[in-house]
Every structure is written in structure tokens, then in C-alpha cells.
């Protein structure tokens, strides 16, 4: 059973560009989360999904930044007109339900450099 | 708002030797859940130990054993008989039981194995 897949590893992007994160849960699992961490910081919560449902975003910034979760393909993390305090390591992770006992399972992380 | 502080940014210990890594939180909440989390310098994140808040015996996993002190709201992992694949960032993390998924991490200690 393959792990969490996070895909590009790295990602370079110019001021104002766009970013697009892609994350491919774990077979089974239904229910996604991102976190971001920046530099010599923990990571941060930004973002749970369900298949087709945002069900926090509370740790979303307000602006640039958007998430989905399709019904087919892969958890999509999105950000515009990126500027160079986005550069940080953005984790993706799944569980089968959500919950204490349901273990979020990590991918290996995108990490974004924006110059 | 919860937080996590790891006071010890960085720690080493040698091979075989014990060591024992703090971490404070601080909440409100009676019900919440608390984990130790392993980022080796793959920067893939890999779950330790959890605990319950409402169970007084303290988890253990192998050589991983925590040290939970919920009135001081301390929360230490203890490593025993260190091996140098110990070698990685270790972070401290709380959920609340309220929100079950949200994990709030601290900064982190960058523990390093001595042969």
C-alpha cells in the first residue's frame, strides 16, 4: 500500500506566480489535511478535506491561497501571485477517518522556494 | 488558542545512552490527545507515541516511552538504548478534543546520536 504521495518534492516559483501542490492520499483514506512549515518552525494546520468538502480552512490565509479535494485525482493546494514568505515545506496527510485514533499519515512534503 | 513549547532546540546523546526530550502545552481543555512526532532528514514526519489526556499510564512503544504530567501540562519522550537512526527532529504535538484532527505543533528538538 503506497504511502502518501506529494508531488513536485520541490517547486521554484517567481514572485507572482502561481503554485500548484499535489497530493495523493493513502488507498482508502478519505480525508486530507495540510499543514505548512516554515523555516525552523513547527508545522502549522491549514486545511482539512473530505472528497469534495472543505471542512476547516481555518488555518487557510484569507487571501491567494485555496484547496480542493475532487472526487477523482488528487488533494490540489493552491497558490497565487506567490510572494517569497511562501517559501516553506507544505505537508500533505490522510487518514481513512477523521479522529484521535484514525493516525494522520504524512507524505513526504513539497517544498517551495520563491524568488 | 493551545500551544506547544519545546524548550531544547537541539540535544545529543550516545549511542546506547538514555535521553529524554521536554515539552510543555498549555489549554483549557479537560479532553485532548498528545504526540511525539519524528521528522529524519528525509523530512518525511513519522508518528512516535500518542496519549490520551484522561489515561493516567503513561504510552510506550519499544524503546519510546513518554513521561505525562497533566497537572504541570508536561509531556516528555523518553529514548532508551539510542541508536543512530534516532537521529531527527522530534516534535511535540497536541489535539484537542473538540476538533480531533487539528494537530498543533511545537518547534521541534534536533536530536543527534553519537556513535
Known amino acids: 500500500n503506497a504511502g502518501v504521495m506529494q508531488n513536485p518534492r520541490h517547486l521554484v516559483r517567481r514572485r507572482g506566480q502561481e503554485a500548484r501542490l499535489r497530493c495523493s492520499p493513502m488507498?482508502?483514506?478519505?480525508?486530507v489535511y495540510w499543514y505548512r512549515q516554515l523555516p525552523e518552525e513547527g508545522l502549522k494546520f491549514m486545511v482539512y478535506l473530505q472528497k469534495e468538502n472543505i471542512i476547516d480552512e481555518s488555518g487557510m490565509p484569507k487571501e491567494r491561497f485555496s484547496a480542493e479535494f475532487p472526487k477523482e485525482g488528487p488533494s490540489i493546494l493552491r497558490i497565487q501571485q506567490v510572494v517569497r514568505g511562501d517559501s516553506a515545506a507544505y505537508f500533505c496527510?490522510?487518514?481513512?477517518?477523521?479522529?484521535?485514533?484514525?493516525?494522520?499519515?504524512f507524505g513526504p512534503g513539497t517544498r517551495l522556494t520563491v524568488l | 488558542a493551545q500551544t506547544v513549547t519545546q524548550s531544547q532546540p537541539e540535544m545529543s546523546v550516545q549511542e546506547a545512552e538514555t535521553v529524554t526530550l521536554s515539552c510543555t502545552y498549555d489549554?483549557?481543555?479537560?479532553?485532548?490527545?498528545l504526540f511525539w512526532y519524528k521528522q529524519p532528514p528525509s523530512r518525511q514526519m513519522i508518528l512516535v507515541i500518542r496519549q490520551e489526556a484522561y489515561k493516567q499510564q503513561n504510552a510506550t512503544e519499544n524503546r519510546f516511552s513518554v513521561n505525562f504530567q497533566k497537572a504541570a501540562k508536561s509531556f516528555s519522550l523518553k529514548i532508551s538504548d539510542s541508536q543512530l537512526g534516532d537521529t531527527a527532529m522530534y516534535f511535540c504535538a497536541f489535539c484537542s478534543g473538540g476538533s480531533n484532527y487539528k494537530l498543533t505543533f511545537g518547534k521541534g528538538t534536533l536530536l543527534t546520536v553519537n556513535p
Open positions: 488507498k482508502g483514506h478519505s480525508h
Open positions: 496527510a490522510s487518514s481513512p477517518k477523521t479522529g484521535f485514533y484514525n493516525e494522520q499519515f
Open positions: 489549554t483549557s481543555e479537560n479532553n485532548y490527545y
